[in-house]
């Protein structure tokens, strides 16, 4: 344990004792649930059940109508089988789109008044609830000023969020963070200009099923000029059986702004599996510039693939604006199943698209995941770094496009796709799409597959680590670029989530 | 969507088989029918419109004059067979009488048993995971072709020239080629063919044998051509790969090589030259390598040099099966763009299920390198020959490919005839 502990201690100045702690989590920590009252709507899909949450949120007629639009639609649709994976047909009618704990009926004023139950769950959780000043998921880092580490968060349990923190400070510098459900009604005017912009109702099957049957999730509005004062940040708490979890994100940063963002996501262990179907939209206008980081922690199943939540995502960024900047960032290590293509449209001249992976799939985990970087506007620049790594019986597929239009002078990609197998009964696979159509852009792509090299594992070995913590430090050591590009809260949880979700992957 | 569709059939309808092989023709019917011809929605089929191959009717192309260049590899001493419109020609071929080689001709139906047990059974084995029509079609279909046994070291290379005289010529040529163990032979093709052209290639090299090809496709604007190539590489065994392709309206050339046995080593590689203004030029090279072995090796080099609009497209696989331990695969796909109207379209895939392997791939789309083209300059190199120098200093991986010099040369100097044409 010692050295690893220490190499972590030296590059994060964290306490030791977090270290510890979060070294010695269990496989997967989260599994629990909280016993509490729920509100369900009956089981299954249709126009009434889409009309019922979007009653139960109290949104005007235009929005009730844009979701049966988006329903009706739908029910046209396939669900896609290109990517990778092999799970059994879902059965759509066979689950709960709308689950509420029933404390929550009367929509809380402030946090301070949500159920005890609830608040106790998300600081189990490690998230905090009440607005202070502490980084989410770790203690006393105290070398750094008070302020930098403040991080507003909005906590979405099940179908409802509970609440924003430091609200008020937000207001203050012009921020909007609310829930969506509440900007629906407080912000109609943002909401319809920007929602589906990005990601239109018709755009797949997964996100025309959210667009239907969303029930909460988080909305940003960053004015003009403004550096948003702290991170802010959603976390997702699946709670409920035979739900599923269908949040919609808005994020709209305008001129010159900046936001960073941080998205965290757990689930109790359940027999079953369960169905996570959200999409991200981000607008992101002249200058501005938006930082998304995602740590995907869902319940992964067991061992032999019982349980686990099926994850299918839309997440897309549109840099409207000229020099317009996004940075993906994501750590995906639970899920059963993981669908999921964070992309950024680069049309305005000099838009920058970035997106740091990393995938860990272990046991029976599958996961497909990658990005599009469409290129659209002159002297854009796009750079994808994924790491996939593959153990146990596990699946991993990169999948990707980078396209370069023919007005897309002068642009620039650069791909990097690394992948590492732990074992000979996983698998390891590359689908790029690379399509160029002007000779002023340059596009440059490079993947390799490898295993854990035997002469590193040989020197921690001969320093005194076993086998795992030696397999973990080499992965660590692998997945460096992509940790380096996640804000500090994240990258301490990423690293060790590494660690953990390869356990028993060795030997 | 219904028309396609409908001239699709009407060509599958009027298919009917060719002479010899039975039993492997009627099964090649059957699953083609099975499968159907392709449209653009096949993923397959995403980057290249096989519209024009699925009509009955191949589409004209006048027959192009390439007397200005002496034909390729007269001067090397080789066996000629000589195809007019993918009709063999004996009059005009050489005598087929090579030590340790046994050479016969489709059309004449041989009933063989070394044939019978290959013609069909690499291309069907090919259909899996992607069905290529366009192979079973040629199986059922194919009039003629060259069936070559090679039981020792060939002495010389065998050469098969295709000659296009009619404008319509839609040719159909299934050759098998059979490298027992220890043996060698380098096989040739040049020419265009035809103005539709489907051949497949079906090539078994045993334990320790050693194959050779080299490929030129004729400078033909208006030609179509549809080629298959299927290997199966066994212990020991080599298979080394070379296509150039210079003009073309369409050229679909597929690869599908499978490393077989523990040690083997397949090399395919390939250069394209494409000038939208002498016509439309759309090149697409699809490879798909499966590591059945141990310690197999592949190396695929693509490389194309495009300008006023023309296309390159590459879908290349590396399947790595489960066991397949201390697989080297090695994949780069290339493309200069001389000008802002061409494309590159590319989808470089692995797919790997060992752990012990060592596999990349690499892809580089882009202008030519400005600072080198100066340096050029500014030592005193016209810009026209800066640019030759640049672009054959791009494809040299793709030729180094050839391993005899001879043969080499001549492509080199093919190279720079179609440079020294296509200036400006």
């Known amino acids: 344990m010692t050295q690893v502990d220490q190499e972590l201690e030296v590059r994060e100045g964290v306490d030791r004792e977090t270290v510890e702690t979060v070294q010695n989590m269990g496989s997967y920590k989260y599994g629990w649930e909280t016993e509490i009252e729920m509100e369900y709507a009956p089981k299954g899909v249709n126009e009434d059940i889409v009309r019922l949450i979007s009653e139960k949120n109290g949104e005007p007629e235009w929005m009730t109508e844009w979701r049966l639009q988006a329903f009706r639609r739908w029910q046209t649709m396939e669900e896609p089988r290109w990517a990778m994976l092999n799970y059994p047909a879902i059965d759509y009618q066979d689950q709960y789109y709308y689950a509420k704990p029933k404390s929550m009926a009367e929509k809380p004023k402030s946090l301070d008044e949500v159920d005890p139950k609830l608040l106790a769950t998300y600081e189990k959780l490690g998230i905090p609830l009440k607005e202070q000043m502490i980084l989410a998921g770790i203690e006393g880092a105290e070398g750094i000023a008070a302020d930098a580490r403040k991080v507003a968060v909005d906590a979405v349990f099940d179908s409802v969020s509970l609440g924003t923190t430091f609200k008020d400070e937000l207001a203050k510098a012009g921020v909007i963070f609310c829930s969506i459900s509440e900007a629906i009604k407080e912000h109609p005017e943002l909401v319809k200009k920007y929602l589906g912009s990005v990601v239109p109702q018709t755009d797949n099957f997964f996100a025309t099923l959210n667009s239907a049957v969303f029930s909460d999730g988080s909305f940003v509005y960053i004015p003009p000029g403004v550096r948003c004062p702290m991170e802010l940040s959603t976390y997702f708490r699946i709670n409920a059986e035979n739900t599923g979890q269908f949040e919609r994100t808005l994020i709209i940063a305008d001129k010159g702004s900046y936001v960073s963002y941080l998205e965290g996501c757990t689930a109790p262990k359940r027999e079953t599996h369960q169905l996570h179907a959200a999409v991200v939209e981000i607008v992101i206008l002249e200058d501005a510039e938006v930082k998304y980081s995602t740590v995907q922690n869902w319940y992964p199943g067991d061992e032999e693939g019982r349980g686990g939540i099926y994850n299918f995502v839309t997440k897309r960024a549109d840099c409207r604006g000229d020099r317009a900047k996004v940075m993906w960032t994501q750590v995906e290590t639970g899920s059963a199943i993981t669908w999921k293509y964070p992309s950024c449209i680069l049309r305005g001249e000099g838009s920058q698209g970035e997106f740091y992976s990393i995938a860990i799939a272990n046991n029976c985990q599958q996961a497909d995941t990658g990005t599009k970087m469409i290129h659209l506007g002159k002297n854009t620049r796009s750079r994808i770094v994924s790491k996939g790594i593959s153990a146990g019986r596990a699946q991993n597929t990169y999948r990707g496009l980078v396209t370069m239009h023919p007005k897309a002078k002068n642009s620039r990609n650069y791909t990097q796709c690394d992948s590492l197998l732990i074992g000979d009964q996983c698998g390891a696979h590359t689908v790029p799409y690379i399509e160029v159509k002007n000779n002023s852009s340059r596009v440059e792509h490079e993947a390799t597959t490898s295993k854990v090299d035997d002469d590193q594992l040989f020197y921690c070995r001969a320093r005194g680590m076993d086998e795992e913590e030696a397999v973990a430090l080499v992965v660590n050591g692998f997945c460096r670029e992509v940790l380096q590009a996640l804000p500090m809260e994240f990258a301490m949880e990423a690293q060790s989530l590494v660690a953990i979700s390869l356990e028993g992957s060795v030997g | ?424």
């Open chain 2, 1 to 424: 969507m219904a028309a396609p569709q409908a001239k699709a059939s009407a060509r599958l309808d009027a298919l009917q088989t060719g002479p010899g092989f039975g039993a492997a023709r009627a099964d090649a019917l059957a699953r083609l029918r099975a499968m159907g011809l392709p449209d653009r929605r096949d993923e397959y089929w995403r980057y290249t419109d096989p519209a024009t191959l699925n009509v009955q009717a191949a589409p004209a192309a006048p027959v192009f004059d390439a007397s200005d260049e002496a034909p390729l590899f007269d001067a090397l001493d080789r066996v000629k067979l000589v195809f007019v419109d993918g009709v063999f020609d004996p009059a005009a071929s050489d005598d087929p009488a090579l030590a340790g080689v046994e050479i016969l001709r489709l059309a004449d139906a041989p009933d063989i048993s070394w044939a019978n047990g290959l013609y069909g059974t690499l291309e069907t084995a090919g259909q899996t995971p992607v069905a290529r029509p366009f192979a079973a079609l040629n199986t059922a279909a194919a009039t003629d072709g060259i069936l070559i046994r090679a039981t020792a070291r060939a002495a010389k290379p065998v050469h098969l020239i295709y000659i296009h005289e009619s404008e319509t010529s839609d040719p159909i040529l299934h050759h098998l080629v059979k490298v027992e163990p220890g043996a060698e032979l380098t096989l040739l093709e040049t020419g265009p063919a035809g103005a539709r052209f489907n051949k497949v290639l079906e090539v078994d090299v045993a334990t320790g044998g050693r194959f050779h090809h080299v490929q030129v496709q004729g400078r033909d604007h208006q030609r179509r051509a549809v080629t298959h190539l299927f290997t199966r590489v066994a212990e020991e065994a080599l298979f080394k790969s070379f296509t150039l392709t210079a003009n073309g309206v369409l050229t679909r050339n597929e690869c599908v090589i499978d490393i077989a046995g523990d040690d083997a080593v397949a090399h395919v590689a390939g250069a394209a030259l494409g000038d939208g203004a002498t016509g439309a030029f759309h090149h697409d090279d699809t490879v798909f390598i499966t590591h059945g072995a141990e310690r197999g090796e592949s190396r695929q080099v693509f490389k194309k040099v495009l300008k006023h609009g023309a296309v390159g497209t590459f879908q290349g696989k590396i399947l790595v099966k489960p066991g397949a331990q201390k697989t080297d695969g090695y994949q780069i796909s290339q493309s200069l763009l001389l000008d802002d109207d061409s494309q590159f379209l590319a989808k470089p895939e692995l797919e790997i299920y060992a752990d012990d392997v060592k596999c990349s791939h690499g892809s580089t789309t882009g202008a030519l390198d400005e600072t080198a083209l100066f340096y050029l300059r500014s030592r005193g190199v016209p810009q026209e020959e800066a640019v030759a120098l640049l672009v054959l200093s791009f494809l040299a991986d793709a030729i180094a490919e050839i391993e005899d010099e001879d043969i080499q040369a001549e492509i080199v100097a093919r190279l720079e005839a179609w440079l020294s044409r296509h200036r400006g």
